[in-house]
């Protein structure tokens, strides 16, 4: 059996309605919740030295920013793990293959989601297939 790579997730919650202590908060209740879910391989908070350019820094760390090790056949539960949690608030979402093929989504509400849901399934499949083909030639 071929170890497909794992994609690398960039999930980022923005709220208006939550508070700088309140994002991180959050972003890190969701951290967990990943970590436990056993969805992703890893999942951490962006640490500042890693900040895209104007982001705002709490403690070290990047507001409403983690990034996530998921492996493609697990990007169904996690979109929908995803969607259940934050399916209410505005995210982006960037998905990155090891071969550096990026999609990114953004959604800001739950029909948006489900949209990109769709989006991200569809992207998923074809970059695990080209990966498989790949991985299998040699």
Same mark, same amino acid.
């Given at each position: 059996?071929?170890?497909?790579?794992?994609?690398?997730?960039?999930?980022?919650?923005?709220? $208006?309605?939550?508070?700088?202590? @309140? &994002?991180?908060?959050?972003?890190?209740? &969701?951290? @967990?919740?990943?970590?436990?879910? @056993?969805?992703?391989?890893?999942?951490? &908070?962006?640490?500042?030295?890693? $900040?895209?350019?104007?982001?705002?820094?709490?403690?070290g760390?990047?507001?409403? &920013?983690?990034?996530?090790?998921?492996?493609?056949?697990?990007?169904?539960?996690?979109?929908?793990?995803?969607g259940?949690?934050?399916?209410?608030?505005?995210?982006?979402?960037t998905?990155?293959?090891?071969?550096g093929?990026?999609?990114?989504?953004?959604?800001?509400?739950?029909?948006?989601?489900?949209?990109a849901?769709?989006? $991200?399934?569809?992207? $998923?499949?074809s970059?695990s297939?080209?990966?498989?083909?790949?991985?299998?030639?040699?």
């Amino acid at each position: 059996m071929t170890q497909q790579a794992n994609f690398e997730i960039t999930i980022a919650i923005q709220d $208006a309605d939550l508070d700088n202590d @309140e &994002l991180q908060e959050e972003t890190q209740n &969701l951290r @967990e919740q990943l970590e436990e879910s @056993e969805i992703v391989e890893s999942a951490d &908070l962006v640490a500042v030295n890693q $900040a895209p350019v104007g982001s705002k820094a709490f403690g070290g760390f990047i507001l409403g &920013l983690l990034n996530a090790k998921v492996n493609p056949v697990n990007i169904k539960k996690l979109m929908g793990f995803l969607g259940d949690r934050l399916g209410n608030k505005q995210i982006e979402l960037t998905l990155n293959t090891p071969d550096g093929r990026e999609i990114n989504l953004k959604a800001s509400s739950r029909e948006e989601f489900e949209f990109a849901f769709q989006k $991200a399934q569809e992207w $998923a499949k074809s970059n695990s297939t080209i990966e498989e083909k790949t991985n299998t030639d040699g």
